[in-house]
């Protein structure tokens, strides 16, 4: 199936021949028709899967089909999404998509200074792209209203929940008209996010492209088994080879992200780290750069990351094992897009065995071992070091006796108030020396002193 074959009008058609594509995936073949006949939507589908372009397109279409020649145009469509990484893509796709139709779009998102986008907010705005903090925060100070929006799109509503971002969702809900139409996606289906979708939809369509459960076939998955300690060294083997031209490599935490980048760079390669501690204007640059290949390495955290969206990177290289099982779908997701090939490395200490065991469980397959490496695992069985212990807690009792004992022994160090009670020689008072030195004085008048 083509695009043109999707009832898409011309001018929206034109914009995505320009983007380079002809033949729409799984999800956007089947949720375009659906979002275009005005029908609630819940997509499942995970990350590579084409899911922005699924929903944009369309809105852009039902937006354009009903515009106004107002002269003030109020916001009519609202994406609401996670991440800013993930907000700035999304923004640019609808600019992508949306060039020759004439509907506006602006990216509203925390981290930043809120000036520019106020400014952007007092111009004739269709389409805004939000994350949760910065939209609550807009709408507090008046300068947004929902109260005109058509189209409302939920993205990305699983990593929301994962996020503590839920209330926040709930609370803009509430502000949203009744009549509406409303697009709900997520890359899982866990229990709340069931429950919410139950709420805000009505008689929705329902879309499942590629369920969390099975990974991209074409992406190429390996393990290597190493010591802890030496997978600094083994990434550096790795990156030796001149085919990994760009890598993405996933750290857990924040700090363990920049503990990399410090290798990489002390070993001349470009790296940058993108993580929730990173300013905004310093994240949106790590990226550019990574985009443009003049950073090889891409080190980042699994939230971060979420928004990455990066044409033919080949290699995704896991430096830790995620602890949870449907992250390792979603980070190996950033490679093998759209049909691209792709390779996912991951590297695994003895600690980690477990989580390589969920995440076989989950795609049902075994990931291939590489044995034949430098830095083979030695500790397959490591000690950790033993959490340090709190002295036992003493009862009320035992607590007030140490309080009354401290209290007696501070009143026998302190000094007493009455010096001349610590000193038995008193000094002469004032009067005493003025009788002496009379005394002394009528002597020396006599010439016997």
Known sequence: MLFSSLNIIEPILKAVEEEGYTTPTPIQEQSIPVILHGTDLLGCAQTGTGKTAAFAIPVLQLLRETQSNERKRKIRSLILTPTRELAIQI????????????????????????????????????????????????????????GNIEIFVLDEADRMLDMGFIHDVKKIIALLPRKRQTLFFSATMPGEIVKLADTILYKPEKVAVNPVSSTVDIVNQMVYFVDKGNKNALLLDILKDEKIKTALVFTRTKHGADKVVKVLLKNNIKAEAIHGNKA????????????????RVLVATDIAARGIDVDDLEYVINFEMSNIAETYVHRIGRTGRAGAKGTAISFCDAEEKAYLRDVE????????????????????????????????????QEQ?????????VNKTKQKPANSRQNNPVSKPSDSGKKANYGKQMILKKRGTL
């Open 91 to 146: 923004g640019d796709s609808f600019k992508a998509y949306g060039r020759h139709t004439g509907i506006t779009n602006t990216v509203v998102f925390g981290g930043v200074s809120q000036n520019p986008q106020t400014a952007a907010l007092r111009g004739n705005i269709d389409v805004l792209i939000a994350t949760p903090g910065r939209l609550l925060d807009l709408i507090n100070q008046k300068f947004i209203s929902l």
């Open 361 to 396: 469980k989950l795609i049902a397959k075994k990931i291939k071992v590489i044995d034949n490496h430098a830095y083979p695992l030695m500790d397959h069985n490591p000690v950790k070091a033993p959490k340090q212990q709190r002295p036992p807690r003493r009862n009320k």
């Open 280 to 295: 905004q204007n310093a994240r949106q640059r790590a990226l550019a750069n990574f985009k443009a290949q003049t950073t």
């Open 400 to 408: 007030e006796k140490q309080k009354s004992n401290t209290a007696n």
